[in-house]
């Protein structure tokens, strides 16, 4: 263990032969400095081009770094990674923004919701008004292009992911599990339980940049009825044409 340039202890756990799991900080509450550090090590990592490393794969506390055991070993990325932490690194390259997120809730774009606000002991509005309230922010994407994992969700909406997942769930479609909220970019399966859905896309490959949300962003999320929700859906759909 040793301390990073940013004040936090830095820990490795080998797994197999081919990854180490790198963890900054030790408290059981992540806070926005140490995703602040995930970020800029991870970036760090990235921009060394360091033989034999496959991939590297940023989460809320950790990053994993997968590598080539033929080309290098955990002993030699371990030591380079202490290397950059020791030096310093800096942190921004994007430029944080504040993204608005319309979102028509409940209905058929959130068929979860009233099983999620009563599960919760909330009414849908209450469950509405404490998921638009705060300001969110992208702590890292995964998962699938263009999905953002976002800090902030309030602690009264905390619910486990669905018991059973669906094979099918629209894109933009807005989510909670996990004690987390989402957005999903694509038509993809999923086990988040479903309470809204927007009509921005929020991964579009054809796009100059593809991806609506960067790590670093602040998102809000505003609710729309379904008229204003299909009005945008049509013009976002001109827009594209």
Request: glycine residues 10%; aromatic residues 8%; proline residues 9%.
């Amino acid at each position: 263990m040793t301390e990073t340039a940013f004040g936090y202890p830095l820990t490795f756990t080998p797994l197999a032969e081919s990854a180490l799991l790198v963890r900054i900080g030790d408290g059981d509450e992540v806070e926005p400095e140490v995703v602040d550090a995930v970020s800029a090590l991870s970036r760090a990592i990235e921009q060394e081009q360091l033989l034999g490393i496959l991939d590297v794969v940023p989460a809320y506390a950790t990053i994993l770094i997968v590598f080539d055991p033929e080309e290098t070993h955990g002993g030699a990325v371990k030591a380079t990674i202490r290397d950059l932490a020791d030096r310093g690194v800096t942190q921004q390259v994007h430029t944080p923004r504040t993204v608005i997120i319309p979102t028509a809730y409940g209905g058929q774009h959130g068929p979860d919701l009233e099983e999620v606000a009563e599960a919760l002991s909330l009414t849908p509005p209450k469950l509405i008004e404490l998921h638009s309230s705060p300001d969110y922010r992208v702590a890292f994407m995964g998962f699938s292009p263009g999905w953002a994992y976002l800090m902030g969700t309030p602690a009264e909406l905390a619910i486990s992911r669905r018991s059973e997942p669906r094979t099918r769930v629209p894109a933009g479609s807005v989510s909670l599990g996990g004690g987390q909220t989402g957005v999903y970019p694509s038509k993809s399966p999923g086990g988040w339980h479903l309470i809204g859905r927007t009509p921005l896309g929020m991964f579009d490959p054809n796009r100059s940049d593809p991806f609506m949300l960067h790590p670093g962003d602040r998102v809000r999320f505003a609710p729309i009825d379904e008229n204003r929700f299909e009005a945008m859906r049509q013009s976002l759909a001109g827009a594209d044409d």
